[in-house]
């Protein structure tokens, strides 16, 4: 599936972050990475407001039901097509700044590589790896020694 404009802007924006945050010291990186944890997605987004706006819609319904009626409907059409398929607000949401999970995601590994986190996981990999081509080496001897 071909990129978007949004999705290129995201991309580009994402990458000067990471670059940003490679040059300067690891507290603000450490500090960057917690706002990351703290950021809200899209998602949450989408849910706080329809949610809130459910909400209005059904205190102020009893004055004038007609308007605060479709505006219900309207916000379940809403939430439905976010369920089903890509958010229909999601490009109005981006222009706004307000990013995917995936979008995030994107942005903590690559502060995650830059801090060495990834290092470490590797390593922890390697070793996990060993320990289990040891276990299964001993396990063969075992089986062909009975």
């Keep these: 599936?071909?990129?978007?404009?949004?999705?290129?802007?995201?991309?580009?924006?994402?990458?000067?972050?990471?670059?940003?945050?490679?040059?300067?010291?690891?507290?603000?990186?450490?500090?960057?990475?917690?706002?990351?944890e703290r950021e809200w997605d899209m998602d949450r987004w989408l849910l706080m407001l329809t949610s809130g706006l459910s909400v209005v819609a059904l205190l102020s319904g009893g004055r004038r039901k007609g308007r605060w009626s479709l505006l219900s409907g309207m916000l379940g059409a809403l939430l439905l097509s976010n369920a089903l398929e890509e958010p229909s607000a999601s490009p109005l949401l981006r222009r706004l700044g307000i990013r995917t999970r995936t979008e995030i995601a994107r942005e903590q590994q690559g502060l995650l590589v830059i801090r060495g986190d990834m290092d470490a996981l590797r390593e922890d990999l390697q070793e996990t790896l060993h320990q289990a081509l040891h276990e299964l080496e001993s396990e063969e001897l075992e089986t062909v020694s009975h």
């Excluded at 924006?13 to 300067?24: K, N, P």
């Design 1 to 36: 599936m071909p990129m978007s404009e949004l999705d290129r802007d995201s991309q580009r924006r994402i990458d000067q972050q990471v670059l940003y945050y490679a040059t300067i010291g690891r507290d603000e990186l450490d500090e960057r990475l917690e706002q990351l």
